[in-house]
Every structure is written in C-alpha cells, then in structure tokens.
C-alpha cells in the first residue's frame, strides 16, 4: 500500500474516497438531547460537504456508523464518507484506529482502491497519536483471510494519504504514519501466519518464515530441529512432537541493537503447535479444524519482533518460539508417560490435549538460559480462558507487579483488552503429581490459572507475563473494522512493552 502523508488543504485532495471523522458533540443528557454529529475538520469546505447529511438527523455519528457522499460539492475527492466515533468526551485513539479501519473496509467491497484519511482535528485525536492509530486501523482493516479461493477479487486497497492540513509538527506526524504502517503491517504478518492451514504451515515452514522475516528486517536467527531438542534435554517440548511425522522447530530471533551492551534482555517466548489434534487424548471433531491457529502465540512473537526490528528500541529482544505438531499416533506420547523438562523437573502426562504447556515449559527454561531477565510469554493455552473472559478480553498473569505495571501501560499505547487472573500455591497444589513432580493438567476449575501455574514453574523467579490468547486469536464475527479470521492480538501490546524497557 503505497502510503503517504499530505499538508494540503482536505478539500483539494483528488483521491476515489476521502473519509472524514465525526463525532457526537451533545454534552445535555435526557430525551431532549439529540445526538450532535461533528465532522472532525478543521476544512470549512469539508464542514460544509458534510452539513448536508448531518443536519438531516438520520447520521448520529455512533462507532463506525457511516454514511457516504458521491460527489460532494465543493470538494475535490470523489467520495466523502463519514465515520462515526461515538460520543466526542469518550473518544479515544482506539476509536479512531477502528474508524479508519472502518473506512478501508467500506472501501474494499465497492471496488474502491485510493482512500484519503482527515486526522481529526479535536483534542486528544490530532497529532501523532492520532495519526499512528489512523495508519494501523487502515491495514488492519486492509486484511483478508480469502487467501484460498481460486476466484479472489484481490481488493487491497492501493494508496492511502492522512490528510494532516493545518497541524504544525510535521516531524513527528510523518514518523508516527510510518510507525503505525509498520505495526498494521506486523500485525498483518502475524494474522496471515495463523491463517495458514496445517498442511500449508508445518513447524518446518514456521522456521522458513521466521528465518525469512529475520533476513528482511535484519534479525539474528536460529532454527533447530530434534537433534538440538535432544542435545538441550527438552524433553517436554519433545514429547509434544513425537508422535508427528513433522519434525519440531524451535526458532530463536535475537535483536541486538548496537551499544546496548547492558539492562534488560527481554525474552519472548511462543506456543507455536501448528496444529493441535489433542494427541492420544484426541479432540472431538467439532471445531477441531479451528487448532491450526494454535501457533498464534508463536506468530505474535514473529509480528512483535518484527515490528521490534524495524522501530530499533534501545533495549536487548530474544525470542524463543516452540513449535511442532501435535497428533496421535503409534509413536505419540500416552497418558501416564512421565517426562523430564529442560529445567530437571518431571511432568506426568495427564493429558496430551495440555500439550501448550509442555513446549512452553522448555521454551521459557532456554530463554532464561539464553540470558532473558525479563519473560513474556503468549499461547492459545486453554478454553478455560473463553469460559473466564469470554472472546472479549485476553488472561494475562504474571508474578511481578511491576513488569505488570508496565505491560498496563502498554495496554493504554495498543488499545488491546488482557484481564489479569490469579496465580499462586493454591494452584500449584492442583498440580502436584503422585509418581514425579507435577502433572499437566490440574482438574475442571479453574484451568487457565492452573495452566499458568504450571508454566510458572518454569519462569521460577524471573519477572514473567504470560498471556493466554485462546479466546481472542481468533475473530468469530467480522466487525466494521476488521475481518473475521485471525486477530493478531498481542503484537501491539507486546511491541508497547518491549518499547517501555528502552
Ligand atoms: N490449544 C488448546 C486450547 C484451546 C482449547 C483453544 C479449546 C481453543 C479452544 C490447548 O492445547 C488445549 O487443548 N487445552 C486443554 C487443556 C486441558 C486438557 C487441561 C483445554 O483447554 O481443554
Ligand atoms: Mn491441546
Ligand atoms: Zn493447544
């Protein structure tokens, strides 16, 4: 997508379409109180295009409510389109990152190709906030999942402008469009990975991917196999892969930045099962086709990491991504097994379904190993998390308050919903196995606390997040701003922490 940014006046921008915020301005509360749409320009000819519709009371300008003009007077694009932001005083950059998102997605259907976005002019939206959440809304919005189908109408839109008239730092505007380009553009990298099918992307490929990506943004990068798996004794992470014909991978990503030589070494770490049958505890077949987006976790580490190598923060990155194939067969691992973790620690297999886990387990004892003194970790680790949250909010736990702390603050820079859960011994109790040290699954209640437990044991005393993503990876429902399919959630808000370390 050919993006730029333009200082001209709005109204004299040629383009096929040009969307223009607006939002609910009425501040009276009570049945009198109409709603007072807003376009938010400063253009008096953009004003004037838009009164038309605005005035007629049949607009109220409600979150990605729209409404389009075909050859508006007085002005120069083709099309004005009017997003809706809902209520001025609540409106945030979130909103508008999903407006704009709105706006591609009205586009992409009518053949529209050319899109021009206004930067709102209010307070609070302008400026460089505003216009990073303007870009990344327009390629998230930009994303299909139709990949496969022999007949796609490739409807990508071609070129965006941020129409940025009349604001006075030019600087930071132009670096916040292309730092927001560069996140929407991640994000999108991780989406097209979950959407891959088993068969088109094995632990083998996920490696090739993740090399390639490392060769193009300039990242250090390692991909083992089984060999190294058995010479590192992760005989969790093992385990999980015997019984697939499809080697494992474990995929190591270093971003070094020149004359960091001391601080944090943040450790990424992702579950990457490119497909999850539920092994000798096999899933029922309902849905089952949903597991080849167990490797998101993986994927939003390949995005974050992405994005990390682009964006150049001063701080240490390495990420440790686990992937293999989980399926049954004359050589997988059964219920009973007992097997030895990197760290020492023996785990009785209870369930091969809990296999998130294990590959974790070894994942995160290596990136502690490999120097990371700060963890964070994402998988689509339970459905218990769906059942606590629902597909609205992703779990987050963790077992320090202040890498925590940070990770809040980077949830208000993403606009990503984590809810934290519990931790702690009671968990722990759950998990306590007869004939080793703990087992893999700890009983009905309560299982994404007891997942966390588990892998709590292998982070130990490091200060680690973890963040379950198995209700929100994927989007069940298209939404104005963004198709249904894989969601990439996670990459904004791990990118926001890893940038807070700086
Ligand atoms: N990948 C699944 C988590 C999952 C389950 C995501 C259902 C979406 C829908 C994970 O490997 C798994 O199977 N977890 C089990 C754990 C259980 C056996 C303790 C689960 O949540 O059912
Ligand atoms: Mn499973
Ligand atoms: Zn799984």
Redesign the pocket.
Known sequence: MRTELSFAPTAAIATEMLAVFAADTQTAKGSDAKPQPTPLTTDPKIQAAAATVLGTGEYKAGANETVLLHAPAGIAAKRLLIVGLGKLAKATAHAVRDGAGTAVRFAKPRGIREVAVVLPSSEGLRGAAGARAVAEGVFLGDFDPDTYRTDRKDQSIQSFTLSVAGEADRQALVSALAEGAVIGESQNFTRSLVNEPGNKLTPTILGQRAAEMAEEVGLKWEVHSTDKLHELKMGAFWSVSQGSAEPPALIVLRYEPEGVKDGPVLGLVGKG?TF?T?GI?I?PADSME??KY?MAGAAAMMGAMRAIALLQPKVRVIAVLCAAE?MPSGTAQKPGDVQTAMSGKTIEII?T????RLVLADGLTYARQLGATHLIDAA?????I?VALGKIMAGAFSNDDAAYGRFESALAVSGEKFWRLPLGDAYADLIKSDIGDIKN?GGRWG?ASI?AEFLHVFAEDTPWIHLDI??TAWVEESRPYIAKGPSGIGVRSILAWVRSYE
């Open positions: 099962i999850d539920g505890s899933k949903r597991m167990d989980n369930n379904d809990a296999e998130g689509t680790l339970t459905g218990a769906s699954t299982g997942a198995a209700g």
